[in-house]
Protein backbone atom coordinates (compact mmCIF):
# COMPACT_ATOMS: atom_id res chain seq x y z
CA UNK A 1 0.00 0.00 0.00
CA UNK A 2 1.19 3.56 -1.16
CA UNK A 3 1.95 5.83 2.06
CA UNK A 4 -0.56 8.69 2.28
CA UNK A 5 0.77 12.57 1.14
CA UNK A 6 0.73 14.74 4.13
CA UNK A 7 1.17 18.48 3.76
CA UNK A 8 2.72 20.18 7.28
CA UNK A 9 2.25 23.65 7.83
CA UNK A 10 2.53 26.18 10.78
CA UNK A 11 1.83 30.02 11.08
CA UNK A 12 6.00 30.77 12.93
CA UNK A 13 7.68 29.41 10.00
CA UNK A 14 9.46 26.86 8.34
CA UNK A 15 12.34 26.52 10.52
CA UNK A 16 10.55 26.30 13.79
CA UNK A 17 10.70 24.07 16.07
CA UNK A 18 7.44 23.23 16.48
CA UNK A 19 6.82 22.22 12.83
CA UNK A 20 9.65 20.16 13.09
CA UNK A 21 8.67 18.11 15.48
CA UNK A 22 4.82 17.74 14.17
CA UNK A 23 6.60 16.44 10.38
CA UNK A 24 8.71 14.04 12.55
CA UNK A 25 5.43 12.44 13.44
CA UNK A 26 3.94 12.69 10.69
CA UNK A 27 6.76 10.92 8.89
CA UNK A 28 5.86 8.02 10.64
CA UNK A 29 2.53 7.68 8.84
CA UNK A 30 3.19 9.26 5.46
CA UNK A 31 5.21 10.51 2.52
CA UNK A 32 4.80 14.64 3.78
CA UNK A 33 6.09 18.15 2.46
CA UNK A 34 6.51 21.06 4.14
CA UNK A 35 5.31 24.34 2.66
CA UNK A 36 5.23 27.08 5.00
CA UNK A 37 5.73 30.62 5.83
CA UNK A 38 9.46 32.25 5.33
CA UNK A 39 9.18 33.67 8.86
CA UNK A 40 7.08 34.13 11.92
CA UNK A 41 3.61 35.10 10.50
CA UNK A 42 1.40 34.68 13.82
CA UNK A 43 -2.02 37.31 13.90
CA UNK A 44 -1.93 36.64 10.03
CA UNK A 45 -5.11 35.13 10.31
CA UNK A 46 -7.35 33.57 7.26
CA UNK A 47 -5.33 36.33 5.56
CA UNK A 48 -4.63 36.03 2.04
CA UNK A 49 -1.82 37.69 -0.26
CA UNK A 50 -3.57 39.77 -3.12
CA UNK A 51 -1.38 42.43 -4.05
CA UNK A 52 2.22 41.96 -3.56
CA UNK A 53 4.17 39.12 -5.49
CA UNK A 54 4.29 35.75 -3.33
CA UNK A 55 8.08 34.54 -3.19
CA UNK A 56 8.53 30.57 -3.16
CA UNK A 57 12.39 29.02 -2.32
CA UNK A 58 12.48 25.25 -2.45
CA UNK A 59 14.98 24.60 1.23
CA UNK A 60 18.31 22.97 0.93
CA UNK A 61 17.31 19.77 2.99
CA UNK A 62 18.62 15.78 2.32
CA UNK A 63 15.90 14.28 4.06
CA UNK A 64 12.86 16.55 3.34
CA UNK A 65 11.18 18.55 0.40
CA UNK A 66 10.94 22.08 2.16
CA UNK A 67 9.47 25.10 0.42
CA UNK A 68 9.57 28.47 2.38
CA UNK A 69 6.52 30.48 1.16
CA UNK A 70 6.90 34.48 1.69
CA UNK A 71 3.23 34.62 2.69
CA UNK A 72 0.22 33.62 4.88
CA UNK A 73 -0.14 30.45 6.41
CA UNK A 74 -3.50 30.28 4.20
CA UNK A 75 -1.13 31.14 0.61
CA UNK A 76 1.01 28.35 1.82
CA UNK A 77 -2.07 25.30 1.58
CA UNK A 78 -3.10 26.96 -1.64
CA UNK A 79 -0.35 27.33 -3.23
CA UNK A 80 0.68 23.87 -2.34
CA UNK A 81 -2.47 22.36 -3.41
CA UNK A 82 -2.86 24.76 -6.66
CA UNK A 83 1.14 24.67 -7.54
CA UNK A 84 3.37 22.65 -6.13
CA UNK A 85 1.53 18.52 -5.21
CA UNK A 86 0.87 16.49 -7.97
CA UNK A 87 -2.01 14.89 -5.92
CA UNK A 88 -4.17 15.71 -3.27
CA UNK A 89 -2.80 14.96 0.32
CA UNK A 90 -4.40 13.04 2.90
CA UNK A 91 -3.96 15.07 5.91
CA UNK A 92 -2.79 18.32 6.08
CA UNK A 93 -1.50 19.06 9.62
CA UNK A 94 -0.80 23.06 11.07
CA UNK A 95 1.56 23.73 13.84
CA UNK A 96 2.82 23.44 16.21
CA UNK A 97 2.03 26.80 17.00
CA UNK A 98 4.28 28.10 19.91
CA UNK A 99 1.65 29.25 22.40
CA UNK A 100 -2.42 28.60 22.89
CA UNK A 101 -5.11 29.01 20.23
CA UNK A 102 -7.95 29.06 22.47
CA UNK A 103 -11.26 31.19 23.20
CA UNK A 104 -12.22 33.75 20.36
CA UNK A 105 -8.46 34.66 19.95
CA UNK A 106 -8.64 31.41 17.59
CA UNK A 107 -10.57 34.19 15.16
CA UNK A 108 -6.61 35.40 14.73
CA UNK A 109 -4.76 33.03 14.48
CA UNK A 110 -3.26 31.49 11.47
CA UNK A 111 -2.25 28.33 12.39
CA UNK A 112 -5.96 27.63 12.82
CA UNK A 113 -6.90 29.19 9.21
CA UNK A 114 -4.39 26.93 7.53
CA UNK A 115 -6.16 24.11 8.96
CA UNK A 116 -9.71 25.96 8.20
CA UNK A 117 -8.80 26.44 4.22
CA UNK A 118 -7.60 23.21 3.94
CA UNK A 119 -11.60 21.90 4.94
CA UNK A 120 -12.71 24.61 2.84
CA UNK A 121 -10.99 22.40 0.05
CA UNK A 122 -12.47 19.25 0.90
CA UNK A 123 -9.25 17.78 2.88
CA UNK A 124 -8.96 16.96 6.92
CA UNK A 125 -7.16 18.82 8.96
CA UNK A 126 -5.66 19.64 12.51
CA UNK A 127 -4.15 22.42 14.08
CA UNK A 128 -1.62 22.19 17.09
CA UNK A 129 -0.54 24.23 19.77
CA UNK A 130 1.32 23.97 22.68
CA UNK A 131 1.06 26.59 25.76
CA UNK A 132 3.93 28.96 25.73
CA UNK A 133 6.14 28.51 28.59
CA UNK A 134 9.91 30.25 28.88
CA UNK A 135 11.82 27.81 26.71
CA UNK A 136 9.29 25.91 25.03
CA UNK A 137 9.06 22.23 26.07
CA UNK A 138 7.82 19.44 23.46
CA UNK A 139 8.97 16.80 25.72
CA UNK A 140 6.12 14.07 25.25
CA UNK A 141 4.39 16.24 22.58
CA UNK A 142 5.00 13.43 20.42
CA UNK A 143 3.31 10.72 22.37
CA UNK A 144 -0.15 13.18 21.75
CA UNK A 145 0.56 13.93 18.45
CA UNK A 146 1.35 9.87 17.38
CA UNK A 147 -2.07 9.06 18.90
CA UNK A 148 -4.44 11.76 16.79
CA UNK A 149 -2.71 11.68 13.54
CA UNK A 150 -3.24 8.36 14.00
CA UNK A 151 -6.71 8.41 14.19
CA UNK A 152 -6.74 11.42 11.55
CA UNK A 153 -5.90 9.13 8.82
CA UNK A 154 -8.94 7.18 9.37
CA UNK A 155 -11.78 6.68 6.53
CA UNK A 156 -14.11 8.35 8.81
CA UNK A 157 -12.51 11.48 10.14
CA UNK A 158 -14.35 14.66 9.22
CA UNK A 159 -13.36 17.25 6.53
CA UNK A 160 -15.76 19.20 7.30
CA UNK A 161 -14.84 20.41 10.86
CA UNK A 162 -10.97 21.86 12.19
CA UNK A 163 -9.56 19.83 15.11
CA UNK A 164 -8.51 22.54 16.99
CA UNK A 165 -5.36 20.65 19.56
CA UNK A 166 -4.44 22.83 22.55
CA UNK A 167 -1.87 20.62 24.52
CA UNK A 168 -0.84 22.09 27.89
CA UNK A 169 2.83 23.20 28.85
CA UNK A 170 2.36 20.50 31.84
CA UNK A 171 2.75 17.37 29.16
CA UNK A 172 6.46 17.50 29.70
CA UNK A 173 5.77 15.66 32.95
CA UNK A 174 2.38 14.51 32.99
CA UNK A 175 -1.46 15.25 31.66
CA UNK A 176 -4.56 14.23 32.96
CA UNK A 177 -5.87 13.01 29.42
CA UNK A 178 -7.53 14.16 26.26
CA UNK A 179 -11.12 16.45 26.56
CA UNK A 180 -13.26 17.09 23.97
CA UNK A 181 -14.34 20.68 24.34
CA UNK A 182 -15.97 24.13 22.98
CA UNK A 183 -14.55 27.17 22.27
CA UNK A 184 -14.92 29.72 25.06
CA UNK A 185 -15.19 32.71 24.85
CA UNK A 186 -12.18 33.91 26.69
CA UNK A 187 -10.89 37.21 24.85
CA UNK A 188 -6.93 38.26 24.28
CA UNK A 189 -6.70 41.47 26.62
CA UNK A 190 -5.07 44.27 24.54
CA UNK A 191 -3.18 47.43 25.82
CA UNK A 192 -1.90 49.48 23.34
CA UNK A 193 1.55 51.52 23.76
CA UNK A 194 0.85 55.13 22.67
CA UNK A 195 4.34 56.09 21.39
CA UNK A 196 5.56 59.10 19.14
CA UNK A 197 8.76 58.42 16.65
CA UNK A 198 11.59 60.92 16.26
CA UNK A 199 9.33 62.85 14.42
CA UNK A 200 6.51 63.23 16.35
CA UNK A 201 4.38 60.64 14.58
CA UNK A 202 1.89 58.57 16.72
CA UNK A 203 2.23 54.89 16.63
CA UNK A 204 1.15 52.10 18.68
CA UNK A 205 2.66 48.85 19.89
CA UNK A 206 0.04 46.49 20.90
CA UNK A 207 0.37 43.59 24.23
CA UNK A 208 -1.77 42.04 26.87
CA UNK A 209 -3.10 38.47 27.55
CA UNK A 210 -6.08 36.49 27.57
CA UNK A 211 -8.54 37.15 29.67
CA UNK A 212 -10.30 33.95 31.60
CA UNK A 213 -13.92 34.41 32.18
CA UNK A 214 -14.64 30.48 31.79
CA UNK A 215 -14.83 28.15 34.50
CA UNK A 216 -16.47 25.00 32.65
CA UNK A 217 -14.30 21.84 32.31
CA UNK A 218 -15.43 21.01 28.72
CA UNK A 219 -14.04 24.80 27.41
CA UNK A 220 -10.82 24.78 25.94
CA UNK A 221 -8.66 26.96 27.99
CA UNK A 222 -10.50 25.55 31.62
CA UNK A 223 -9.34 22.32 30.32
CA UNK A 224 -5.89 23.32 29.09
CA UNK A 225 -5.63 25.11 32.69
CA UNK A 226 -6.84 21.48 34.49
CA UNK A 227 -3.79 19.23 32.47
CA UNK A 228 -5.93 18.27 30.05
CA UNK A 229 -5.39 18.29 25.71
CA UNK A 230 -8.08 20.31 24.70
CA UNK A 231 -10.06 19.29 20.60
CA UNK A 232 -12.31 21.61 19.81
CA UNK A 233 -14.12 20.90 16.43
CA UNK A 234 -14.42 24.04 15.09
CA UNK A 235 -16.95 24.98 11.71
CA UNK A 236 -16.95 27.60 9.16
CA UNK A 237 -20.43 27.57 8.61
CA UNK A 238 -20.89 31.03 10.15
CA UNK A 239 -24.73 31.42 8.78
CA UNK A 240 -26.46 32.01 12.53
CA UNK A 241 -29.48 29.25 12.07
CA UNK A 242 -30.75 30.36 15.26
CA UNK A 243 -31.09 34.44 13.96
CA UNK A 244 -32.69 32.92 10.43
CA UNK A 245 -35.11 31.14 12.06
CA UNK A 246 -36.73 34.33 14.88
CA UNK A 247 -36.20 36.57 12.13
CA UNK A 248 -37.38 34.83 8.82
CA UNK A 249 -41.00 35.80 8.88
CA UNK A 250 -40.31 39.62 9.64
CA UNK A 251 -41.69 41.79 7.53
CA UNK A 252 -38.83 43.99 7.47
CA UNK A 253 -36.86 41.52 4.86
CA UNK A 254 -39.77 41.74 2.34
CA UNK A 255 -39.46 45.47 1.36
CA UNK A 256 -39.52 46.29 -2.25
CA UNK A 257 -37.97 49.74 -3.14
CA UNK B 1 -31.32 63.41 23.64
CA UNK B 2 -27.74 63.30 22.68
CA UNK B 3 -27.02 61.74 19.31
CA UNK B 4 -25.65 58.00 19.09
CA UNK B 5 -21.65 57.59 18.80
CA UNK B 6 -21.17 55.53 15.37
CA UNK B 7 -17.92 54.45 14.09
CA UNK B 8 -17.23 53.38 10.57
CA UNK B 9 -14.27 51.29 9.43
CA UNK B 10 -13.56 49.72 6.24
CA UNK B 11 -10.60 47.90 4.30
CA UNK B 12 -10.35 49.63 0.67
CA UNK B 13 -8.84 52.72 3.38
CA UNK B 14 -10.09 55.92 4.54
CA UNK B 15 -10.52 57.66 1.11
CA UNK B 16 -12.10 55.35 -0.70
CA UNK B 17 -15.30 56.16 -2.26
CA UNK B 18 -17.39 53.49 -0.22
CA UNK B 19 -16.81 54.50 3.22
CA UNK B 20 -17.45 58.38 2.28
CA UNK B 21 -21.04 57.23 1.32
CA UNK B 22 -21.43 55.03 4.37
CA UNK B 23 -20.47 57.63 6.44
CA UNK B 24 -22.68 60.28 5.16
CA UNK B 25 -25.20 57.92 5.24
CA UNK B 26 -24.50 57.25 8.94
CA UNK B 27 -23.98 61.03 9.57
CA UNK B 28 -28.16 61.30 9.38
CA UNK B 29 -28.14 59.13 12.10
CA UNK B 30 -25.78 59.62 14.92
CA UNK B 31 -22.08 61.80 15.30
CA UNK B 32 -19.52 59.43 13.30
CA UNK B 33 -15.97 59.32 13.50
CA UNK B 34 -13.94 57.18 10.79
CA UNK B 35 -10.92 55.16 11.87
CA UNK B 36 -9.93 53.23 8.71
CA UNK B 37 -6.38 51.57 7.10
CA UNK B 38 -4.32 54.56 5.52
CA UNK B 39 -4.27 52.11 2.06
CA UNK B 40 -5.77 48.57 0.50
CA UNK B 41 -5.95 46.20 2.95
CA UNK B 42 -8.39 43.25 1.02
CA UNK B 43 -7.99 39.98 1.98
CA UNK B 44 -6.45 40.63 5.69
CA UNK B 45 -9.30 38.55 7.00
CA UNK B 46 -9.14 38.92 11.04
CA UNK B 47 -5.47 39.65 11.13
CA UNK B 48 -4.03 41.96 13.50
CA UNK B 49 -0.79 43.17 13.95
CA UNK B 50 1.38 42.01 16.41
CA UNK B 51 5.17 42.41 15.42
CA UNK B 52 5.09 46.04 13.48
CA UNK B 53 4.55 49.54 15.26
CA UNK B 54 0.70 50.22 14.09
CA UNK B 55 0.81 54.00 12.71
CA UNK B 56 -2.09 56.53 14.05
CA UNK B 57 -2.99 59.56 11.97
CA UNK B 58 -5.41 62.47 12.16
CA UNK B 59 -6.48 63.54 8.69
CA UNK B 60 -7.15 67.02 8.42
CA UNK B 61 -10.69 67.14 7.12
CA UNK B 62 -12.89 70.34 8.62
CA UNK B 63 -16.44 68.31 8.53
CA UNK B 64 -15.06 64.97 9.67
CA UNK B 65 -13.15 63.32 12.37
CA UNK B 66 -10.73 60.57 10.48
CA UNK B 67 -7.95 58.49 11.77
CA UNK B 68 -5.65 56.97 9.33
CA UNK B 69 -4.28 53.53 10.81
CA UNK B 70 -0.57 51.87 9.37
CA UNK B 71 -2.78 48.72 10.28
CA UNK B 72 -5.72 46.07 9.16
CA UNK B 73 -9.29 46.42 9.47
CA UNK B 74 -9.05 44.92 13.24
CA UNK B 75 -6.72 46.98 14.74
CA UNK B 76 -8.62 50.01 13.58
CA UNK B 77 -11.55 48.66 15.92
CA UNK B 78 -9.23 47.83 18.24
CA UNK B 79 -7.51 50.83 18.68
CA UNK B 80 -10.00 53.36 18.60
CA UNK B 81 -12.13 51.16 20.88
CA UNK B 82 -8.66 50.96 23.50
CA UNK B 83 -7.50 54.05 22.94
CA UNK B 84 -9.55 56.46 20.53
CA UNK B 85 -12.87 56.93 21.69
CA UNK B 86 -14.40 58.06 25.16
CA UNK B 87 -17.17 56.14 25.08
CA UNK B 88 -18.18 52.74 23.48
CA UNK B 89 -20.01 53.69 19.89
CA UNK B 90 -23.59 52.54 19.70
CA UNK B 91 -23.18 50.89 16.36
CA UNK B 92 -19.55 49.87 14.25
CA UNK B 93 -20.26 49.90 10.66
CA UNK B 94 -17.85 48.50 8.33
CA UNK B 95 -17.34 49.18 4.25
CA UNK B 96 -18.77 49.83 1.65
CA UNK B 97 -16.29 47.05 0.43
CA UNK B 98 -16.01 47.49 -3.48
CA UNK B 99 -17.05 43.91 -4.47
CA UNK B 100 -18.59 40.94 -3.05
CA UNK B 101 -18.19 39.43 0.23
CA UNK B 102 -20.20 36.55 -0.22
CA UNK B 103 -19.96 32.76 0.02
CA UNK B 104 -16.86 30.99 1.84
CA UNK B 105 -14.41 33.89 0.63
CA UNK B 106 -16.02 35.67 3.77
CA UNK B 107 -13.24 34.48 5.50
CA UNK B 108 -11.04 36.28 4.11
CA UNK B 109 -12.82 39.48 3.92
CA UNK B 110 -11.59 42.37 6.11
CA UNK B 111 -14.60 44.11 5.92
CA UNK B 112 -16.48 41.18 7.49
CA UNK B 113 -13.77 41.10 9.84
CA UNK B 114 -13.65 44.49 10.88
CA UNK B 115 -17.48 43.47 11.87
CA UNK B 116 -17.05 40.28 13.44
CA UNK B 117 -14.24 41.82 16.11
CA UNK B 118 -17.09 44.36 17.08
CA UNK B 119 -19.56 42.16 17.79
CA UNK B 120 -16.84 40.22 19.98
CA UNK B 121 -16.54 43.29 22.25
CA UNK B 122 -20.09 43.13 21.97
CA UNK B 123 -21.11 46.11 19.88
CA UNK B 124 -23.66 45.61 17.04
CA UNK B 125 -22.34 46.02 13.89
CA UNK B 126 -23.04 45.76 10.10
CA UNK B 127 -20.45 44.84 7.01
CA UNK B 128 -21.30 46.70 3.68
CA UNK B 129 -20.43 45.47 0.20
CA UNK B 130 -21.54 46.73 -3.41
CA UNK B 131 -21.10 43.82 -5.96
CA UNK B 132 -17.98 44.97 -8.50
CA UNK B 133 -18.68 46.91 -11.76
CA UNK B 134 -16.50 48.92 -14.26
CA UNK B 135 -16.99 51.90 -12.55
CA UNK B 136 -18.43 51.26 -9.02
CA UNK B 137 -21.26 53.32 -8.74
CA UNK B 138 -23.09 54.12 -5.77
CA UNK B 139 -26.07 55.44 -7.20
CA UNK B 140 -29.04 54.35 -4.74
CA UNK B 141 -26.70 52.79 -2.45
CA UNK B 142 -27.61 55.11 0.15
CA UNK B 143 -31.65 54.12 0.41
CA UNK B 144 -30.33 51.14 1.47
CA UNK B 145 -28.01 52.50 3.73
CA UNK B 146 -30.45 54.45 5.43
CA UNK B 147 -33.08 51.57 6.11
CA UNK B 148 -30.55 49.33 7.68
CA UNK B 149 -29.07 51.53 9.82
CA UNK B 150 -32.08 52.83 11.06
CA UNK B 151 -32.74 49.45 12.12
CA UNK B 152 -29.89 48.81 13.56
CA UNK B 153 -30.01 51.78 15.82
CA UNK B 154 -32.91 50.09 17.34
CA UNK B 155 -32.51 48.44 20.98
CA UNK B 156 -33.50 45.09 19.91
CA UNK B 157 -31.25 45.06 17.27
CA UNK B 158 -28.95 41.87 17.48
CA UNK B 159 -25.04 42.48 19.02
CA UNK B 160 -23.90 38.68 18.63
CA UNK B 161 -24.39 38.42 15.12
CA UNK B 162 -22.87 40.42 12.23
CA UNK B 163 -25.27 41.28 9.73
CA UNK B 164 -23.12 40.76 6.15
CA UNK B 165 -24.59 42.63 3.46
CA UNK B 166 -24.15 42.63 0.30
CA UNK B 167 -25.86 45.06 -2.40
CA UNK B 168 -26.19 43.85 -6.01
CA UNK B 169 -24.61 45.85 -8.72
CA UNK B 170 -28.14 46.44 -10.15
CA UNK B 171 -29.13 48.83 -7.40
CA UNK B 172 -28.45 51.68 -10.07
CA UNK B 173 -31.61 51.10 -11.42
CA UNK B 174 -33.20 48.72 -10.08
CA UNK B 175 -33.24 46.23 -6.80
CA UNK B 176 -35.45 43.28 -6.25
CA UNK B 177 -35.96 43.52 -2.39
CA UNK B 178 -33.95 42.14 0.41
CA UNK B 179 -33.55 38.88 1.00
CA UNK B 180 -32.34 37.46 4.83
CA UNK B 181 -30.09 34.76 3.37
CA UNK B 182 -27.16 31.80 4.25
CA UNK B 183 -23.87 31.63 3.43
CA UNK B 184 -23.75 30.16 0.14
CA UNK B 185 -20.40 27.17 -0.13
CA UNK B 186 -19.06 29.09 -3.17
CA UNK B 187 -15.39 30.14 -3.35
CA UNK B 188 -12.99 31.97 -4.71
CA UNK B 189 -11.47 30.17 -7.32
CA UNK B 190 -7.78 30.68 -7.68
CA UNK B 191 -5.20 30.36 -10.37
CA UNK B 192 -1.41 31.46 -9.06
CA UNK B 193 0.46 32.72 -12.15
CA UNK B 194 3.89 31.60 -11.92
CA UNK B 195 6.69 33.94 -13.06
CA UNK B 196 10.54 34.64 -12.06
CA UNK B 197 12.56 37.54 -11.21
CA UNK B 198 15.60 38.77 -12.94
CA UNK B 199 17.59 36.85 -10.24
CA UNK B 200 15.70 33.44 -11.56
CA UNK B 201 13.82 33.58 -8.02
CA UNK B 202 10.11 32.25 -8.05
CA UNK B 203 7.32 34.17 -7.48
CA UNK B 204 3.48 34.42 -7.70
CA UNK B 205 0.90 36.22 -8.14
CA UNK B 206 -2.87 34.82 -7.11
CA UNK B 207 -5.36 35.94 -9.63
CA UNK B 208 -8.99 34.00 -10.07
CA UNK B 209 -13.25 34.55 -9.80
CA UNK B 210 -15.97 33.60 -7.34
CA UNK B 211 -17.00 29.92 -8.74
CA UNK B 212 -20.71 29.90 -8.67
CA UNK B 213 -21.93 26.30 -7.25
CA UNK B 214 -24.94 27.41 -5.37
CA UNK B 215 -28.55 27.85 -6.91
CA UNK B 216 -31.16 28.29 -4.32
CA UNK B 217 -32.57 31.68 -3.27
CA UNK B 218 -32.31 32.07 -0.03
CA UNK B 219 -28.02 31.63 -0.84
CA UNK B 220 -25.96 35.03 -0.63
CA UNK B 221 -24.76 34.79 -3.92
CA UNK B 222 -27.51 33.98 -5.99
CA UNK B 223 -29.66 36.39 -3.95
CA UNK B 224 -27.86 38.76 -5.33
CA UNK B 225 -27.54 37.59 -8.63
CA UNK B 226 -31.16 38.12 -8.86
CA UNK B 227 -31.06 41.31 -7.99
CA UNK B 228 -32.05 41.27 -4.30
CA UNK B 229 -29.75 42.81 -1.59
CA UNK B 230 -28.57 40.01 0.71
CA UNK B 231 -28.32 40.22 4.71
CA UNK B 232 -26.91 36.73 6.26
CA UNK B 233 -27.00 36.78 10.07
CA UNK B 234 -22.86 35.69 10.66
CA UNK B 235 -22.10 34.08 14.04
CA UNK B 236 -18.55 33.62 14.83
CA UNK B 237 -18.76 30.89 18.14
CA UNK B 238 -16.92 28.46 15.77
CA UNK B 239 -17.60 25.08 17.58
CA UNK B 240 -19.33 22.27 15.89
CA UNK B 241 -21.95 21.23 17.86
CA UNK B 242 -23.21 18.40 15.42
CA UNK B 243 -19.72 17.28 16.00
CA UNK B 244 -19.76 17.36 19.60
CA UNK B 245 -23.38 15.58 19.82
CA UNK B 246 -22.18 12.67 17.61
CA UNK B 247 -18.81 12.55 19.36
CA UNK B 248 -18.59 13.22 22.79
CA UNK B 249 -19.85 9.45 24.09
CA UNK B 250 -16.68 7.83 21.69
CA UNK B 251 -13.88 6.33 24.25
CA UNK B 252 -11.30 8.13 22.09
CA UNK B 253 -11.70 10.95 24.58
CA UNK B 254 -10.92 9.17 27.54
CA UNK B 255 -7.38 8.69 26.56
CA UNK B 256 -5.23 8.70 30.20
CA UNK B 257 -1.18 8.90 29.17
Not at 83 to 105: C, E, T
Amino acid sequence: MSRPLILVTNDDGYSSKGIEILNNVASNFGDTIIVAPNSEKSGKAHGITLYDPIGLKKIDNQNQLIYSVDGTPVDCVKIAINSLLDKKPKLILSGINHGLNVGRSILYSGTVSAASESIMIGIPSIAFSLQKSEEMDFTNVDIILEKLIKNALDEDFPNDVVWNVNIPKTVNEKINGIKLTKQGKSNFNEIYHKRKDPRNNTYFWVDGAIESIEEDLDVDEVAIRNGYVSITPLSFELTSQKYLENNQSKGFFDFEK
